[in-house]
């Protein structure tokens, strides 16, 4: 079985995020959220990094500055403690392709991709810095149906 076109990757990965709305399940989990959008919303999986920043710096946000395109995954810098370990982890949305994302920041939400910056921080994180945006054609390099 093949990998099906972008368009409907896209389709079923913003479905099952949508159906996801307010779940505080994926709290500090936010490049496991936008994987299982990918990866649950279409039987697929992809090869996955450990942080939302090392996803970012692999997929090549930086070269993508601007407005994020529908299905795109929008990245920041953001740090903080995890399991009193301190670094830049990233954060990570699913790019719904009108200037918004849909992520896992706390609850999971939808927010204007810029406006993301603005949130209010768990306690002794940095506000999220907007990166750019990661092709979904570069994340689905490696990836396979289950």
Not at 82 to 104: F, K, M
Request: proline letters at 6%.
């Amino acid at each position: 079985m093949s990998i099906p076109p972008n368009d409907i990757l896209i389709d079923h990965a913003m479905a099952w995020a949508l159906e996801h709305l307010g779940s505080r399940d994926y709290a500090f989990k936010c490049l496991a959220f936008v994987e299982d959008a990918y990866e649950l919303g279409n039987a697929i999986v992809l090869d996955g990094y450990a942080t939302a920043k090392k996803a970012a710096d692999a997929y090549g946000a930086a070269a993508h500055p601007g407005l994020p395109p529908r299905g795109a995954l929008a990245c920041y810098d953001c740090s903080g403690s995890i399991d009193d370990e301190q670094r830049n982890w990233g954060h990570i949305g699913l790019a719904l392709g009108d200037g918004r994302v849909i992520h896992a920041w706390g609850a999971v939400r939808v927010d204007d991709y810029l406006a993301i910056q603005d949130l209010p921080n768990a306690p002794g994180w940095t506000a999220p810095r907007y990166i750019g945006w990661a092709p979904l054609e570069r994340v689905l390099l490696g990836a396979r149906t289950r």
